[in-house]
């Protein structure tokens, strides 16, 4: 079992940045992602990144988001010229599987959950 905890949200102005961290209860170099949920609107696929440092984004935020891990136990999420539609709760996940599977942004693949952290960009 993982327990993973999310920090760093908040709120700022569109054009603003923050990062988001994620501690793990357990050392993994495992495939980890970000993914996100609005209000009213399904959970979408972020970031991840794989054991070997492969890093997959969504289109609506490639170029302006950053997935890496600090160390063995936290994944961070640099998050640039944030955008109102990039409002929503952020969650930090873990697999088993060492490698992130083409189907990562459905979150299926993903075992472990952290408890969310929300990110609100006004305009």
């Known amino acids: 079992q993982v327990h993973l905890v999310e920090s760093g949200g908040g709120s700022v102005q569109s054009g603003g940045s923050l990062r988001l961290s994620c501690v793990a209860s357990?050392?993994?170099?495992?495939?980890m992602g970000w993914f996100r949920q609005a209000p009213g609107k399904e959970r979408e696929g972020v970031a991840a990144?794989?054991?070997?440092?492969?890093t997959i984004y969504t289109d609506s935020v490639n170029g302006r988001f950053t997935i890496s891990r600090d160390n063995a136990n936290t994944l961070s999420l640099q998050m640039n010229s944030l955008k109102p539609e990039d409002t929503a709760q952020y969650y930090c996940?873990?697999?088993?599987?060492?490698?992130?599977?083409?189907?990562?942004?459905?979150?299926?693949?993903?075992?472990?959950w952290g408890q969310g952290t929300q990110v609100t960009v006004s305009s």
């Open positions: 996940a873990a697999s088993q599987m060492a490698y992130c599977s083409g189907s990562w942004p459905s979150g299926g693949a993903f075992d472990y």
């Open positions: 357990k050392s993994t170099y495992n495939c």
């Open positions: 990144i794989g054991a070997a440092g492969a």
